[in-house]
């Protein structure tokens, strides 16, 4: 009963997260840990939690290609544990769609950013994504996310 809820949950979450990362460029710890409790909650709501570890998998791999992008600078902590997290709540079978989302945001969406950023932006402005030169990663994890959850 409860789990049927969780994805809705998950992209409550996921929204949060975009905001906050716009804003600020910054990802809060509690934020990154609330897709680890839904995942527990699933589990332990599920009927069968053996039916959950090609998830749990899929969340591990994705952290650990994370941790690599990492420690190269392609993304940061913040971003790697909500991704990470996120893989936890997508559903096996719909890995693609969200890999789909993930890919089509950073290559269709972030070059939009770069040149709004350049036609619009300023040192002064109280959205980060304006201010630095930062992308947002968390658009590309919450189309991933909520593709992954809720297409197929």
Not at 48 to 69: E, R, T
């Amino acid at each position: 009963m409860i789990a049927q809820y969780i994805p809705y949950a998950m992209a409550a979450i996921l929204m949060i997260a975009v905001a906050i990362d716009i804003r600020t460029a910054r990802m809060p710890n509690w934020l990154t840990l609330l897709p680890v409790v839904l995942f527990i909650v699933q589990i332990v709501t599920a009927g069968d939690p053996s039916a959950y570890g090609w998830q749990l998998a899929q969340g591990a791999i994705v952290f650990v290609l994370g941790i690599g992008l990492f420690s190269v600078g392609g993304m940061g902590a913040g971003a790697v544990k909500l991704l990470a997290g996120t893989a936890l709540l997508i559903p096996t079978a719909n890995g693609w769609y969200a890999l789909a989302g993930f890919l089509g945001v950073v290559f269709v969406l972030f070059p939009i950013i770069i040149s709004l950023r350049k036609a619009f932006g300023s040192k002064d402005s109280k959205w980060a994504v304006m201010a630095r030169q930062i992308l947002p990663m968390s658009l590309p994890i919450a189309a991933a996310g909520l593709l992954g959850m809720f297409a197929g």
